[in-house]
């Protein structure tokens, strides 16, 4: 059973920081890359910022310098810190495995969790 399971967001001002949390299953955990996505409203879902199992990061142009990717292998579990947050960053956050993790079509994805950058 694939399991995605985000957490951490909320409302935030302008300039500063949350943590999210994702817990996934071991099972897609320890064999894909892993990464965190976002969709804003009226917008499509984006990839923000990725880590393979070697802990090589990549990030969209948008969130460098602002966020960081991690991972902890023994608890399975993906982390996003991100700092000196932007009204822009406002959306609902994902992670997934990179590319999204299906099978035979269906797409699993968690709940996400907010993050809302307002003053």
């Known amino acids: 059973q694939v399991q995605l399971v985000e957490s951490g967001g909320g409302l935030v001002q302008p300039g500063g920081s949350l943590r999210l949390s994702c817990a996934a299953s071991g099972s897609i955990f320890s064999s894909y890359p892993m990464a965190w996505y976002r969709q804003a409203p009226g917008k499509q879902r984006e990839l923000v910022a990725r880590i393979t199992s070697g802990n090589s990061t990549n990030y969209i142009d948008s969130v460098k310098g602002r966020f960081t990717i991690s991972r902890d292998n023994a608890k399975n579990t993906v982390f996003l810190q991100m700092n000196n947050l932007k009204p822009e960053d406002t959306a609902v956050y994902y992670c997934?495995?990179?590319?999204?993790?299906?099978?035979?079509?269906?797409?699993?994805w968690g709940q996400g969790t907010q993050v809302t950058v307002s003053s």
């Open positions: 997934n495995t990179d590319p999204p993790f299906h099978n035979y079509g269906y797409f699993y």
